[in-house]
């Protein structure tokens, strides 16, 4: 395994995540960009969307995402802010809702974003 790789496997939440996760903070730091398509970001919200991922680990991969210069993710990053920032993504004060109610509001955006990105050329 190599850097990209590990980091392909890291985002895309491959089953041997964790093991790419050690790989990739063992290596030295390298100098190649990632290109993040539109058929990664799809996936990883279908495993959302079918509760393979949890709300809290989406909203996590998307920080990753966002903080991470070797990944090239501009045509997506107002998509991944409201990921990362679901408070912001929600459009109201979440802090006296439950938690279930939070994971409805999450899940519908969740579905409105893959619609949108379904639909992108």
Request: net charge negative; aromatic share 14%.
């Amino acid at each position: 395994m190599n850097q990209y790789q590990a980091l392909f496997k890291i985002v895309t939440f491959a089953v041997d995540k964790d093991d790419a996760i050690d790989f990739y903070l063992s290596c030295e730091i390298d100098t190649f960009k990632f290109s993040f398509t539109k058929d990664i970001f799809l996936h990883v919200l279908m495993l959302s969307i079918n509760n393979e991922i949890s709300f809290d680990e989406l909203q996590e991969w998307a920080c990753f995402l966002d903080c991470r210069e070797e990944i090239m993710t501009e045509k997506y990053e107002d998509y991944l802010y409201a990921l990362s920032n679901p408070a912001l993504m929600n459009g109201e004060d979440m802090t006296n809702k439950s938690v279930i109610i939070m994971s409805e509001l999450k899940r519908e955006k969740v579905l409105e974003i893959f619609a949108c990105l379904q639909n992108e050329d």
